[in-house]
C-alpha cells in the first residue's frame, strides 16, 4: 500500500478538465473524490447503468447482484467512503456462510479435514488417508504446477474430490496447467497434516498462536438492496456535485500529442459521435481497450502486447423458487460435482432479504464463459432450462419448482492471468507513462488487475491525489503479505506482490 502523505489541500493546483471512463465503483469513486475538492469530471459509461460489475441487476422486483459482493475491507479509507455515500442504516451486517455441496452433501468451507473425511465415509476417509500417505513418500514430480501443489499437501484423492473440477470450472483449463502460487496463495500453506494436527497441537502448545492458520472472516456489510445501491446514490451525488455522467457513451479515441491526451470521443448508439477536451482521462475501460483506442496509435509491439491480454466473462442464471425449498441458509455454495458446469450457487435471500420478495427466494446459478461461445451465445430460455435441470440433477429442488428465471451476462468479469500477462501490461504501462502520462488507469479492468472492489476505489482515490500533487504509485495497492479476507494474523505462504486480488496464471491460448 502506498504510504505517501495524503494530499487534502483542496486549493491545490486545479487538475482542469477530467474525463472518467466508466461508472463502476473506481470511476465514480475517482469523480465523487473531486467533486469533495471542488472539481468536476465528465463520467463517460458506454453501459446504461452504473456499478460495473457491483450493478445490480432489478428484474419484476427481484434483485440480482453479479457474483455476490461481501463488503468487508482492511482499507479504513475505503470503509468511511462507503459510509459516507450510504448512510449507516442502509447498510446489514451479515454473517458469512459459504460451503461446498458434493455428492448431495455439504462439506465446510474452507475445507475442514475432519468435515471432509466424515461426509466422505470410513472407506474413503482411508484411502484419503493412504493417499496422503502416499505422497508423503512419492511427492508428485511437477510441483511447480496448482495441481502439484494441492496433491502434495492433501493427497490425490482430496484433491479429486475438492479441487480439480472447480478450478476448472472457473478458469477454463485444468489445474495440471495452472501455477503453483495461486494454491499457495489461497490455500494458506496449510497441508493435511497441519489440518488434523494444528487443533491437537494447539491445545497443548505454549506458542505463539498468532503464527497459526486463521479462517476466513465470519460477517461482512451489505447495502440492504444490492451493491449496485451504493453506486446509484454515488451517482446522484457526483450529479450533485456538478460532474456529468453520460450513458451508451462508448471511448472509440483518445487523442494525444506531445506527451499528453487531450481529448476523448465517445460514440453513442447512433454512431454519432462527441468529443469532450482533457486535461487528464481517469481510465476504468479494459486496459488493451484503452491502448487500441489512442490516437495516433502506439507501436505494433504495444498493439501486440494489447491483443494478448484475455478476460474470462461471467454469465447468471437466477432461478425464482418457492423460499420454502430452499433449506440451506449460505450465501453461496461452491459446486464440484463434475456433471454440471455451475460453479457457484448464490442464494440472495441469504444476502437480503431486501433481494427477494416474501415468500419466494432467487437462485443465481453462475458460469464462467467466453464471449461468443455456445453458452454466452444461448437463449436465455434454453439457459434458463438448462440451469433448472443442473439445479435437479444436484438434488437441490424439484423441476416444477421454478417459477421464472433471469440471465444476466457479464463480459470481462476475470482478467486472466496468463504467464505473459505482466509483461504485456509492464508494456502498455511503460508506454502510457512515456507517451500519454495524463492518462491514470484504475479498478480491475483498466489495471488487469484482479482486484476487489475496495482496492479498486483505493487506486481512484490515490489517482485523484495524484491529480492534486501527490506522488502515489497506485500500482501498488493490493501488494500486501496477507489474503486481505483472512483475520489480521492470518499470512500467505506465497509470498506473492503485485498482483491484486490474486488469480492463478494460467496457460497461453492458443
Same mark, same amino acid.
Given at each position: 500500500m502506498p504510504t505517501d502523505t495524503p494530499n487534502t489541500d483542496t486549493n491545490a493546483t486545479d487538475p482542469g478538465d477530467v474525463v472518467v471512463i466508466g461508472a463502476g465503483p473506481a470511476g465514480l469513486t475517482a469523480a465523487y473524490e473531486l467533486g469533495k475538492r471542488g472539481g468536476t469530471a465528465t463520467v463517460l459509461e458506454a453501459d446504461d447503468v452504473v456499478g460495473g460489475i457491483s450493478r445490480t441487476v432489478v428484474a419484476d422486483g427481484y434483485r440480482f447482484d453479479i457474483g455476490g459482493h461481501r463488503f468487508f475491507t482492511k482499507v479504513k479509507e475505503v470503509e468511511a467512503l462507503w459510509h459516507e455515500i450510504?448512510?449507516?442504516?442502509?447498510? $446489514?451486517? !451479515?454473517?458469512?456462510?459459504?460451503?461446498?455441496?458434493?455428492?448431495?452433501?455439504?462439506?465446510?468451507?474452507?475445507?475442514?479435514?475432519?468435515?471432509?473425511? *466424515?461426509?466422505?465415509?470410513?472407506?474413503?476417509?482411508? @484411502?484419503?488417508?493412504?493417499?496422503?500417505?502416499? #505422497?508423503? #513418500?512419492?511427492?508428485?514430480?511437477?510441483? %511447480? %504446477?496448482?495441481?502439484?501443489?494441492? #496433491?502434495?499437501?492433501?493427497?490425490? !484423492?482430496?484433491?479429486e474430490h475438492f479441487f480439480e473440477t472447480y478450478s476448472t470450472k472457473v478458469w477454463g483449463v485444468p489445474?495440471?496447467?495452472?501455477?503453483?502460487?495461486?494454491?499457495? /496463495? @489461497?490455500?494458506?500453506? =496449510?497441508?493435511?497434516?497441519?489440518?488434523?494436527?494444528?487443533?491437537?497441537?494447539?491445545?497443548?502448545?505454549?506458542?505463539?498462536?498468532? *503464527?497459526?492458520?486463521?479462517?476466513?472472516?465470519?460477517?461482512? /456489510?451489505?447495502? *440492504?438492496?444490492?451493491?449496485?445501491?451504493?453506486?446509484?446514490?454515488? &451517482?446522484?451525488l457526483v450529479e450533485g456535485q456538478g460532474s456529468k455522467v453520460q450513458f451508451r457513451a462508448k471511448v472509440t479515441r483518445v487523442e494525444h500529442r506531445d506527451g499528453r491526451a487531450v481529448s476523448v470521443t465517445a460514440t453513442d448508439e447512433s454512431g454519432a459521435e462527441t468529443t469532450h477536451a482533457a486535461d487528464h482521462v481517469v481510465s476504468t475501460m479494459p486496459f488493451p481497450a484503452l491502448l487500441r483506442a489512442m490516437d495516433p496509435p502506439p507501436p505494433a509491439e504495444v498493439l501486440a502486447a494489447a491483443a494478448d491480454l484475455h478476460f474470462r466473462d461471467f454469465l447468471s442464471v437466477s432461478l425464482v423458487v418457492p423460499e420454502a425449498k430452499v433449506d440451506w441458509s449460505d450465501n453461496w455454495i461452491y459446486i464440484h460435482d463434475p456433471e454440471v458446469k455451475t460453479m457457484r450457487i448464490q442464494n440472495f435471500g441469504s444476502w437480503s432479504p431486501y433481494l427477494v420478495k416474501d415468500g419466494r427466494n432467487v437462485l443465481g446459478l453462475e458460469y464462467t464463459v467466453d464471449e461468443g461461445d455456445e453458452w454466452w451465445s444461448a437463449t436465455d430460455e434454453h439457459l434458463i432450462e438448462t440451469g433448472t435441470k443442473e439445479l435437479?440433477?444436484?438434488?437441490?429442488? /424439484?423441476?416444477?419448482?421454478?417459477? /421464472?428465471?433471469?440471465?444476466?451476462?457479464?463480459?470481462?468479469?476475470?482478467?486472466?492471468?496468463?504467464?505473459?500477462?505482466?509483461?504485456?501490461?509492464? #508494456?502498455?504501462r511503460g508506454w502510457l507513462e512515456a507517451n500519454v502520462a495524463n492518462v491514470h488507469p484504475v479498478g480491475r479492468n483498466g489495471m488487469h488487475r484482479y482486484n476487489n472492489q475496495? &482496492?479498486? =476505489? =483505493? %487506486?481512484? $482515490?490515490?489517482?485523484?491525489?495524484?491529480?492534486?500533487?501527490?506522488? &502515489?504509485?497506485?500500482?501498488?495497492?493490493?501488494?500486501?503479505?496477507?489474503y486481505h479476507e483472512t483475520s489480521e494474523t492470518a499470512s500467505s505462504a506465497s509470498g506473492s506482490s503485485g498482483t491484486g486480488r490474486d488469480a492463478p496464471i494460467l496457460p497461453k491460448r492458443t
Open positions: 450510504l448512510p449507516d442504516e442502509e447498510f $446489514m451486517q !451479515r454473517p458469512r456462510k459459504s460451503r461446498i455441496y458434493y455428492q448431495g452433501k455439504f462439506y465446510d468451507y474452507p475445507i475442514n479435514v475432519v468435515n471432509a473425511l *466424515k461426509n466422505l465415509g470410513p472407506v474413503e476417509a482411508v @484411502r484419503c488417508g493412504l493417499s496422503f500417505l502416499w #505422497v508423503r #513418500v512419492r511427492p508428485p514430480k511437477d510441483l %511447480t %504446477t496448482l495441481e502439484g501443489y494441492i #496433491v502434495s499437501n492433501y493427497g490425490r !484423492r482430496l484433491y489445474p495440471s496447467e495452472m501455477s503453483a502460487d495461486w494454491g499457495a /496463495q @489461497r490455500i494458506k500453506g =496449510m497441508s493435511l497434516w497441519d489440518a488434523v494436527w494444528e487443533p491437537i497441537r494447539g491445545r497443548f502448545s505454549r506458542r505463539d498462536r498468532s *503464527k497459526q492458520v486463521t479462517s476466513l472472516i465470519e460477517e461482512f /456489510q451489505y447495502p *440492504k438492496y444490492g451493491p449496485g445501491m451504493m453506486w446509484e446514490r454515488c &451517482h446522484e435437479v440433477r444436484l438434488g437441490l429442488i /424439484q423441476s416444477d419448482d421454478v417459477e /421464472q428465471g433471469y440471465v444476466v451476462r457479464m463480459p470481462k468479469a476475470y482478467p486472466v492471468y496468463d504467464e505473459d500477462y505482466q509483461r504485456n501490461v509492464g #508494456v502498455l475496495d &482496492h479498486s =476505489m =483505493m %487506486t481512484a $482515490m490515490l489517482t485523484v491525489e495524484n491529480l492534486y500533487g501527490a506522488s &502515489h504509485d497506485i500500482w501498488e495497492v493490493n501488494v500486501e503479505a496477507e
